[in-house]
Structures are given as structure tokens and as C-alpha cells.
């Protein structure tokens, strides 16, 4: 491993120590290794950035450092797949996802190979490094490319859980996670299957249906708003595709009011696939999709960003009331 230049130079693993979540991915990813599984993984130099550097030490010879080279990446996993490897690849999602687009479409899940593609960073969470970098059209892409899967893990545990039941997972996989800062949602050890939504309360009023980074604050505006007398509940959509139908025909039968809260664009992902449920089986049921309202994001903190699209605690309350009130 390379050192750092000198005693000026960014310290990655100072910065790892206050992005606990960046070790979950190593975690599952050793786990999985030591259990006999023949899993390889690589990144676009940026082991650093999404914690990789732990699985290189731990297993040398099974990481591939690809360098600013991700559509590269994402073929050369696919050649692994084809030999009997089980390639899990990580860059920044904005790169991933529109970057590597052809490659995922063609050499991946065209050819049905089960590589797993991490994209980390996502929505609005790589802040001051600007558009470019933020992912708020991945859902939506990844989504619609036949034959791959696509998972939005909550927190860390929940996002070791869905690695380890990706172990005999037979399609391609695209794993959409955040900074390795999200508040933890779930204990380790939480049980993940893929497809099925995660139900945390019910609602007569109103249920949210959230994914990835905003699980969190809409758990805990649920619970404010049910502190505030409203009937509202709460479901972890984790896997965006397949969509578990089933949970959201429940939630528009129980529920006058469905609303959806995405650290992504508000046309393609999560909300626009509750949309097609909804609009496939003629539920009547009135649906907020709340996100980012097609538009390029701004450039600030992330934590300022998320209050300015209200998609922390207090804005998706807000949101939340407002809509309530309507009904």
C-alpha cells in the first residue's frame, strides 16, 4: 500500500475512523471470503473512499486497484464472472451508473453474470464536489436495465446483510449506498431478502414508503407525526427492483395517502415505481413522491443539503403535515 506523501496529505484512514459505515463493506465482503466463497473485488481508486482498503489488506491477491479507469472495471468484472469469481466493484455511483451505463447494460447484465456494482456516495452526499458528482439519476437508470437488480441499503448492517444474501444470488446486482456517515438503523445480524420491503408501522392516514439514506429520517418523522396524532406508517422499500408489489398494495389499501422520500431525482426511482404499481392494479390511492424535483442539485454540505430538499427529519415532517392537511 501506498503511504501517504507526507505528514500534510489527506489521511484517509483518520477520515475512515468518523465514516464508521465505510467498514461494512469490507466486513461483508471478508465474511463472505473466509466462508469459502470466491469473492475478488476492485475499485477506481477509491479504497480509501469506500473503505475497500480493509478487504486489500485482509485478501491482497483477490483486489484489483483499477485506477481512474471505471468503465475498464466493470468489464474486467464481468471477464471475472465468466471464469467462476464473484467480482463485487465499487466507485462513486455518479460515475458507475451513467459513466459505466453500456458496460453494465452489455458485458454485465445483458450476459446475465452475477457481478455485484457498488455505488457509493450517492444522491446528494458527495456535496461540495459539485453536479458532476452527485447521483440523483441512478435509481432511475439502473432500474431500468433488464435483469439487474438494484438495493438500496439503509445503514451498514443492512447493507452487510443483502452482501451476504448475495453470496448464491444468481442475477447482477447494482448496490446503491451513501457516505458511510447514515445513522444506524438496524441491529447486525438484521435478516435481508431481496425483494421484500421492510414494514415498520401502518398507517391509516398516511404511509411513507423511504430507501438507502432517507430509511432514517422518515422513520423518525413517522414518529413525530404520530406523536403529533396523525396515523402514519412507515415502510423500507430496500430493494427498488424487484419492488415488492405486495407492501405497497397493502400500505394504498390501509392508507388514504402514499408518499415516497428518495435522495434521488422525483421521476424514475423509487417514487415512479410505486407510480407503476399503483397505475398497474388502479389503486385510487392519492401518492407524493418526494425527492428532487428534477433539477441539478446544488453545491453545499451535505448536511445543508438535505435541509434545502427537505429531505432530513424536519423537511420530510414538514412535507409529511402539509399533504395530511389536504386530505
Known amino acids: 500500500m501506498n503511504q501517504p506523501l507526507s505528514k500534510d496529505s489527506w489521511q484517509y484512514r483518520g477520515l475512515n475512523a468518523i465514516t464508521p459505515g465505510l467498514s461494512y463493506l469490507s466486513d461483508g465482503l471478508i465474511a463472505l471470503a473466509e466462508a469459502g466463497h470466491p469473492v475478488v473485488a476492485g475499485s477506481a481508486?477509491?479504497?480509501?473512499?469506500?473503505?475497500?482498503?480493509?478487504?486489500?489488506e485482509r485478501f491482497p491477491e483477490r483486489y484489483t486497484q483499477f485506477g481512474i479507469s471505471e468503465q475498464n472495471m466493470v468489464t474486467a468484472a464481468a471477464g471475472m464472472a465468466a471464469t467462476g469469481c464473484m467480482p463485487y466493484v465499487a466507485t462513486f455511483a455518479s460515475f458507475l451508473a451513467l459513466l459505466c451505463c453500456e458496460q453494465i447494460r452489455m458485458d454485465v447484465a445483458y450476459c446475465g453474470l452475477p457481478v455485484r456494482l457498488i455505488g457509493h456516495h450517492t444522491g446528494i452526499s458527495l456535496g461540495f464536489y459539485g453536479t458532476s458528482h452527485h447521483a440523483t439519476e441512478d435509481l432511475a437508470i439502473m432500474r431500468s436495465i433488464a435483469d439487474l437488480t438494484v438495493v438500496a441499503p439503509a445503514d451498514g448492517p443492512q447493507l452487510v446483510a443483502a452482501i451476504k444474501a448475495s453470496a448464491n444470488y444468481p442475477e447482477p446486482i447494482y448496490f446503491r449506498i451513501g457516505r458511510g456517515r447514515e445513522p444506524v438503523v438496524y441491529e447486525d445480524g438484521v435478516p435481508f431478502e431481496f425483494g421484500k420491503?421492510?414494514?415498520h408501522s401502518q398507517?391509516?392516514?398516511?404511509t411513507i414508503i423511504a430507501c438507502g439514506s432517507t430509511v432514517h429520517p422518515a422513520l423518525e418523522a413517522s414518529r413525530l407525526l404520530k406523536a403529533a396524532g396523525y396515523s402514519v406508517g412507515m415502510i423500507d422499500m430496500a430493494t427498488v427492483k424487484p419492488l415488492d408489489r405486495d407492501a405497497v398494495l397493502r400500505a394504498a389499501k390501509r392508507s388514504r395517502l402514499l408518499m415516497t422520500v428518495e435522495e434521488h431525482n422525483v421521476l424514475g426511482g423509487l417514487g415512479g415505481a410505486v407510480a407503476e404499481v399503483l397505475t398497474e392494479e388502479g389503486c385510487g390511492v392519492r401518492l407524493i413522491r418526494h425527492g428532487i424535483k428534477d433539477e441539478y442539485s446544488l453545491i453545499a454540505p451535505p448536511t445543508h443539503l438535505y435541509a434545502h430538499y427537505k429531505l432530513d427529519t424536519?423537511?420530510?415532517?414538514a412535507v409529511a403535515e402539509e399533504a395530511l392537511r389536504r386530505v
Open 203 to 206: 398507517g391509516e392516514q398516511m
Open 197 to 199: 420491503a421492510i414494514e
Open 45 to 56: 481508486d477509491l479504497q480509501y473512499s469506500n473503505g475497500l482498503v480493509r478487504f486489500a
Open 314 to 317: 424536519a423537511g420530510i415532517c
